[in-house]
């Protein structure tokens, strides 16, 4: 039970990997805080674990804004005095071409994939530092800030900012003689809730009547990145098994799918001999 008794911090636990990663840390007796848009599921994630005797407080908390991501950090630090494990993991996922792609969908995007962890960051890690023992800060970045895949371009740029925020975030850590550890989360396709995330958007960040979204091509983008879910997608409780380890061992990186680390030397390599990208291949 490694994990008794420490305070564990998930964003976007209402679903898929966070309410995973929920309900493994609760099940070795962790404490949590969880926090979410999606107040129906995150009531009921917090009752089934309430129900089990976990401690913990959940919030519907919208990373994307400043504010409200700070007063979840203080009600956590008011509930608990500390955090031990911290996971910035919320996300959401659009399809498009680039040109294409409503600006609103970008801003929306990043606006919880990027920013939302940069809220999460000025939030969490001074307090963490100020605890003056270990803890970890985890982003969930995705195979997609390691490998350019064509189909979701904001996303894909999303998760290679997120990923690199979270490098520089460990050198700075390091700089400055933190003891909180960084690791970057990088998950191939896990079956989860993702595709049905702009459930989930404030009014304002989309036009649903916006004719790109009926459109061939967006429809056609849609139905890809569907059916790559259903079809190849692992299940959320491996790759949590996988995550959980990753964050132990003290690995930075943590992939869940050693099936694309060629296409991620090859891309490295590619980078250096001057090839032009080309599409991933497992
Ligand atoms: N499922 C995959 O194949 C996969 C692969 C790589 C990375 N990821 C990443 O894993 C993370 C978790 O996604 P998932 O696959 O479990 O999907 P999911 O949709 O099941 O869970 C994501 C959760 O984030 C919440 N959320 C969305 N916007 C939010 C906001 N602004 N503020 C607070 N909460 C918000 C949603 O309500 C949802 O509960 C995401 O960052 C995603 O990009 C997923």
Wanted: with cysteine; charged share 20%.
């Amino acid at each position: 039970m490694e994990h008794k008794d420490k305070v564990v911090v998930i964003t976007g636990a209402a679903n898929g990997i966070g309410a995973q990663l929920a309900r493994d840390y609760a099940a070795e007796g962790a404490t949590l805080a969880l926090a979410d848009i999606d107040e129906p599921n995150l009531t009921a994630v917090a009752q089934e674990l309430t129900a089990d005797g976990v401690r913990l407080i959940s919030e519907v908390v919208d990373v994307a804004d400043a504010d409200a991501v700070a007063a979840f950090a203080e009600t956590t630090y008011e509930a608990f005095g500390r955090v031990d494990y911290c996971f910035s993991n919320a996300g959401v996922i659009s399809v498009g071409a680039i040109w294409e792609e409503p600006l609103p969908d970008w801003e929306w995007l990043w606006g919880t994939n990027v920013m939302g962890t940069v809220h999460m960051i000025h939030a969490f890690i001074p307090r963490m530092t100020a605890q003056g023992e270990e803890s970890h800060f985890i982003t969930t970045a995705s195979i997609a800030g390691l490998l350019t895949v064509e189909n979701s371009p904001s996303y894909v740029a999303s998760k290679f900012a997120a990923l690199s925020l979270t490098e520089v975030l460990e050198l700075q850590l390091q700089d400055a003689g933190s003891p909180v550890k960084a690791h970057a989360i990088c998950p191939g396709i896990v079956k989860t809730d993702l595709m049905n995330c702009p459930r989930h958007r404030r009014p304002g960040t989309w036009d649903p009547d916006d004719p790109y979204f009926g459109s061939a091509d967006f429809t056609k983008r849609l139905a890809a990145a569907t059916m790559s879910m259903e079809q190849v997608g692992i299940p959320v409780e491996e790759a949590v098994r996988t995550i959980i380890q990753g964050v132990d061992d003290g690995t930075f990186y943590i992939l869940t799918h050693p099936a694309y680390n060629p296409a991620i030397v090859g891309r490295t390599q590619g980078i250096v001999d001057g090839v032009r990208p080309s599409k991933v291949r497992r």
